[in-house]
């Protein structure tokens, strides 16, 4: 389905790495962590590892159950890897593009995974390509890689190299890099995208959410914190701070949309927080109803706090097809008008003949929720009553998050009375941004909303 159909917003990345004492192969852990991680991207994925001599590695595209079977893993060998699941932001959806990027130079080689999104690019790639470098994809990745190479070839250390690096590239970034004796964890100086610790006995465990710790046995430690590289080498752990004024500004939509219900970011519970969402929601946009129902997947924890807050039942009212991945192709526009309807299913007897409180977590065009209220009508609700999790969508956003053009979004074009009417709901409510601000009071960060209030934390090339 293209973005032109029905518009949700884009996965972010996610990656994962490990460092075990041991000899035994990590391409398995890795492959476990990156199946939890999965729902931050779906079109492509990849395994490195190392045995201290040379760096192994194998991606396609496709999900990691579609790349990876038992003999390609088993082909991967050593007791250090790292992986990444990939959806395209800055770079196009094609095989030279997945990730991990390996890259060999004259002191040796290393493999990097990357999350975020660079907003000097361009700057960075053209002087690069005025100097001689040639390029074999199309990312920001292979450009912060290409950095990494030139300044290790000077100074003594990777960690230098990414340190000198860090002053020249300027966006979002969590960076996994791989020689063949250490295993480097970067975060950006904004904390932007998430990345954090854990530790399994005596092996080391990196990833870009807690769940992934988890599904590999891991405990989780401490989040990577904005500005640091964090090193492991001979199974010890170090660090070391970039230096920097600049106040953190973790994405806010990992709370609202991409992290998994179960993963706790900077302190925050990515799930109480959808809660709280929630809450304030009703609180804010009150409405007789019958039943609150939550667009899967994200929309649900919401809908659970819309429920508890205004005593109305919550209930399930649509079902997703979880079975539709990504190589479901719609051949006609026929089909393509009936993307929404093959990939959601409404419950008529849970929604018939009732007021209902449909939770979302965003609105960026308007055709997915239109779809989805006359779904809902089709299935006998009386009334259908719209609530979203989030503000509305009123700035593009420059680090990762596939958010189009302000002349694309609902918000920059119609009021919110036009956007009711146009999806067809008898009311319509977004958080505000004062809500927005109060969904995670434990967290160990500030957040950048500027996809809702135009507040970048940095300037913008």
Request: charged share 25%; glycine share 10%; proline share 3%.
């Amino acid at each position: 389905m293209g973005k032109n159909d029905f518009y949700k917003i884009g996965e972010e990345c996610g990656v994962f790495g490990i460092c075990a004492k041991g000899s035994e192969p990590c391409a398995w852990d890795v492959y476990h962590g990156l199946v939890a991680l999965q729902h931050r991207g779906q079109e492509s994925c990849g395994i490195a590892a190392t045995d201290g001599a040379v760096i192994n590695y194998y991606k396609d595209m496709g999900t990691v159950g579609e790349v990876f079977g038992e003999r390609r893993l088993e082909s991967i060998r050593g007791n250090m890897a790292i992986g990444h699941v990939r959806y395209s932001t800055t770079g196009e959806s094609r095989s030279e593009n997945a990730q991990p990027l390996v890259i060999n130079h004259i002191k040796g080689s290393f493999a990097l995974c990357h999350n975020g999104n660079l907003v000097n690019t361009s700057a960075l790639r053209d002087e690069l390509q005025e100097k001689g470098a040639i390029f074999r994809t199309t990312t920001d990745s292979e450009v912060i890689a290409y950095l990494i190479a030139k300044e290790r070839i000077k100074i003594s250390s990777v960690e230098d190299a990414v340190l000198n690096v860090m002053k020249i590239i300027k966006g979002a970034y969590s960076l996994l890099i791989m020689s063949a004796d250490k295993l480097i964890a970067v975060r950006d100086p904004f904390g932007m995208r998430p990345l954090c610790i854990g530790k399994r006995g005596e092996d080391f465990v990196f990833a870009s959410e807690s769940c992934a710790l988890t599904a590999v046995g891991a405990e989780f430690v401490r989040d990577v914190l904005p500005g640091e590289i964090v090193t492991v080498e001979n199974n010890r752990l170090k660090s070391v701070k970039f230096e920097t004024n600049e106040k953190s500004s973790l994405c806010i939509f990992e709370l609202i949309y991409f992290a998994r219900p179960d993963s706790i970011i900077d302190g925050s519970s990515v799930y109480e927080a959808r809660k709280q969402a929630g809450r304030i929601l009703a609180r804010e946009h009150k409405v007789d109803a019958d039943l609150v129902i939550g667009v899967p997947d994200s929309g649900i924890d919401a809908a659970i706090g819309y429920s508890e807050e205004s005593k109305i039942p919550y209930g399930i009212g649509l079902v997703k097809n979880r079975y539709i991945g990504r190589t479901f192709i719609y051949p006609t526009q026929e089909q393509r008008e009936r993307g929404v309807e093959i990939k959601l299913s409404a419950i008529e007897s849970s929604v018939q003949g009732k007021r209902i409180v449909m939770i979302d977590d965003s609105i960026v065009r308007g055709t997915t929720s239109s779809k989805i209220v006359t779904m809902l009508r089709r299935a006998g609700a009386k009334q259908v009553h719209m609530r979203v999790s989030s503000p509305p969508f009123v700035w593009p956003c420059y680090f990762g998050t596939d958010i189009p053009s302000k002349e694309a979004l609902a918000a920059c074009r119609y009021t919110i009375e036009e956007i009711r009417q146009s999806i067809g709901a008898n009311s319509l409510g977004y958080l505000s941004l004062e809500g927005l601000s109060k969904i995670a009071p434990n967290s160990k960060c500030g957040f950048c909303d500027a996809c809702f209030s135009g507040n970048y934390p940095m300037e913008i090339n």
